[in-house]
Nanobody, 119 residues
Framework: EVHLVESGGGLVQAGGSLRLSCATSGFPFDDYAIGWFRQAPGKEREEVSCIRSSVSATFIAASVKGRFTISSDKTKNTVYLQMNSLKPEDTAVYYC????????????WGQGTQVTVSS
């Protein structure tokens, strides 16, 4: 059974940092693209970052480039999103997802974790 469980969200002041974790199980971690999406009220879902360890490939959205970093730990089947210099516009529910080829084709999704950045 496939599971993706996000953690690490919370309330932080602008300029602060958070690290999100996505613990996965039930699928071949190294063979999937795993990453992060976010969705704020009234806005479309946005792909934030993605990693595929088997081909050493990463993606990061222009909106967070230079501030967010994605990484993975194969020993724990876990993907992380380090978020620095947070802005109020980063406020959203952040979802972890996994796809066979790309994060944009994700078929497995976590339940999400709320990130709120106050000004």
């Amino acid at each position: 059974e496939v599971h993706l469980v996000e953690s690490g969200g919370g309330l932080v002041q602008a300029g602060g940092s958070l690290r999100l974790s996505c613990a996965t199980s039930g699928f071949p971690f190294d063979d999937y693209a795993i990453g992060w999406f976010r969705q704020a009220p009234g806005k479309e879902r946005e792909e934030v970052s993605c990693i595929r360890s088997s081909v050493s490939a990463t993606f990061i959205a222009a909106s967070v480039k230079g501030r967010f970093t994605i990484s993975s730990d194969k020993t724990k089947n876990t993907v992380y999103l380090q978020m620095n210099s947070l802005k109020p516009e980063d406020t959203a529910v952040y979802y972890c997802a996994a796809g066979r080829r790309y994060c944009s084709d994700s078929s497995y999704w976590g339940q999400g974790t709320q990130v709120t950045v106050s000004s």
